[in-house]
């Protein structure tokens, strides 16, 4: 009869997941994982398998959560369109000016995996494919509210909300500022969540119009026969 676990499993990944996170799968060794969980070699090779499982028992859990929080964040009372924007409002700091922003796991497992671990990017694939659908849902709503135009394509635009927030995840990385991050989700909410109520009552500057690239087409000129091309009508003699 198999001995009951002596551990919180939940608990034991979310120690593992941080580890896995903060260095990357390849340069987290065994000893690391037997050093924060507190288990020897053979308990973690019985509880989870090997190395690549029990980090893939810790993507799996991450993945969960990513999914979960983001259906809790789509599913307020708020108009849709209201939770759309909100998700593009970052708080001031997000930067993380006081040490490198570390950034999200699963992206950041996909990044160094994808290419050669089969079992990462399905997962990836299939997480960012929910999100991708939880986003549309909120955008077909918002377009029914009247808050979208009425031609938005609700999967076309989850997946391109879905792109910007993955854009901004990089960056973020890179040591962007908290106010360039702003910007770029100040102008995720006027380029892509402004609806037919607001272009209904903005009007464009002349300077947007100048330097806008759906410009009406030239009129045709008209070209004026010569004099000599003209039929002279004269009158009939009596």
Partial sequence: MARPRQFDEVKMLAVV???FASKGFEATSLDDLMRVTGLGKGSIYAAFGDKHQ???????????????????ALSSDKPAIEKLRMLFQFPDGANGASKPYRGCF????TTELAAHDCEVRDLARQTYQAVEGIFAEVVEQAKKDGD?????????????????????????????TAEEVHGIGHATEQLLLRGDKFWARAKPS??????????RPPRKKQVRKPASAVKTVRPKER
Avoid: C, W
């Fill in 17 to 19: 997941r941080d580890e």
């Fill in 106 to 109: 699963l992206a950041n497992s």
């Fill in 54 to 72: 029990l980090f893939l028992s810790a993507l799996r859990l991450y993945s969960d959560a990513t999914r979960n929080a983001m259906h809790a």
């Fill in 148 to 176: 979208l135009p009425s031609a938005t394509e609700p999967a076309e635009l989850g997946r391109l909300l879905l792109t910007v927030m993955q854009g901004i995840e990089f960056l973020r990385k890179s040591g962007m």
């Fill in 206 to 215: 002349a300077r947007a119009v100048a330097g806008s690239t759906f410009k």
